[in-house]
């Protein structure tokens, strides 16, 4: 998308333009943009809360519309975020996926194999281990992350 046309949209939305109100013709923004291969305008019809439309191939209606204007990339990514339900689920699965991994290592269930590069202290801090035994001297103040942050810093 160009950057004048981002703008632009913004623009648009930021004042109250419906992100999901159809054309004369019948397409919504996001279908125009699926098509056209704009994958820009795509991302900011779906932050600003377009709808997904399901199509009857199983796959969605702007998925379908970036396929056949030879748009694959755009296509596959779509479908992603189609099966994901929605951009917020697409956007916050990773993270989502890296909190139950930090559960699952804070209970012992999982344990890093090894640190590449002299990162350790930096895996220790996002994804603690056991503590050190008490009374253990020798060992390193052990730093935290505290849970309530780890998904702002994942």
Sequence with gaps: MQKGMRR?????????????RSSLAGYAP???ASGNGRAHAVQLCLIRGAIISH????MCDEQYAARSSG??????WLGRIHAAGNWTRYHSEPRYNLVVLRRIAARGWARRERAFHGKEDVLEFLFPGDPPPRGDKQAKRHLRLPDDLFPLVA
Excluded at 8 to 20: C, K, P, S, T
Excluded at 71 to 76: E, G, Q, R, V
Aim: aromatic fraction near 12%; glycine fraction near 16%; charged fraction near 20%.
């Design 8 to 20: 632009y949209g913004e623009f648009a939305l930021d004042r109250g333009a419906d992100v999901n």
């Design 30 to 32: 996001l279908y125009v």
């Design 55 to 58: 199509g009857r191939s199983g």
């Design 71 to 76: 748009h694959a990339t755009l296509a596959a």
